[in-house]
Nanobody
Framework: QLVESGGGLVQAGGSLRLSCAIS????????IGWYRQAPGKERELVSS???????EYADSVKGRFTISKDSAERTVYLQMNSLKVADTAVYYC?????????????WGQGTQVTVSS
């Protein structure tokens, strides 16, 4: 199970840090990252780790957002700086996991980020 936290209301130019806690039995992380969905728009990738820990960022957040994991790989963070009104969206944590050779996907419930002008 993935549980996000850290969303909220912030003024443009401000910062927020989102957290995604991975609960349940220990499994192998294949990929994990953050997506967002703004009203009337499709869900899009914000940032993610792939299966060899390479990091990908959407062009719109490069240089402003940073993804990271704790050493136990049980929490994934998204540090968001220099926030813009256009960053307003529901942010979701999504992971692909491997358990006994079975690959499965999990999404968190989402956390709202609202950036005011």
């Amino acid at each position: 199970q993935l549980v996000e936290s850290g969303g909220g209301l912030v003024q443009a130019g401000g910062s927020l840090r989102l957290s995604c806690a991975i609960s349940g039995p220990a499994v192998t992380i294949n990929t994990i990252g953050w997506y967002r969905q703004a009203p009337g728009k499709e869900r899009e990738l914000v940032s993610s780790y792939n299966n060899v820990n390479d990091i990908e960022y959407a062009d719109s957040v490069k240089g402003r957002f940073t993804i990271s994991k704790d050493s136990a790989e049980r929490t994934v963070y998204l540090q968001m700086n220099s926030l813009k009104v256009a960053d307003t969206a529901v942010y979701y944590c999504k992971g692909d996991f491997i358990d006994r050779d079975i690959l499965f996907e999990r999404w968190g419930q989402g956390t709202q980020v609202t950036v005011s002008s």
